[in-house]
């Protein structure tokens, strides 16, 4: 099971693009957990769950040098969703890019 967090600034708009993605894992018969946040909420969630990997929303791709400080150690990788495929919502896309992350980690 891969856990993939997305965040966003409400946790909002990237709900849309969660929907995708679980699709796409369905598809390929990859056993996936992925879900969104606000970026208020990263740090509750965290101590929650165990996530395998952190996608930042472009409108908190800023924010990434601070999550990474965050998660120092804990062998999460943190990285922005492609503006691109977000903005397409291409949810094979995103998925592909989070697997490749855990599977490198």
Do not use: W
């Not at 150690?73 to 697997?99: H, W």
Request: glycine share 6%.
């Amino acid at each position: 099971m891969k856990t993939i967090m997305l965040v966003c600034s409400a946790g909002m708009s990237t709900s849309l693009l969660v929907t995708k993605m679980q699709k796409s894992a369905e598809a390929k018969g990859i056993e996936a957990d992925i879900f969104a946040v606000s970026a208020s909420e990263v740090d509750n969630t965290l101590k929650k769950k165990n996530v395998d990997v952190l996608l930042l929303g472009p409108q908190v791709r800023y924010m990434k040098a601070q999550f990474e400080k965050k998660l120092d150690g804990k062998n999460i990788p943190v990285e922005a969703i492609n503006m691109q495929d977000y903005g397409l919502m291409k949810g094979e896309n995103v998925l592909e890019a989070a697997i490749k992350l855990i599977d490198n980690k």
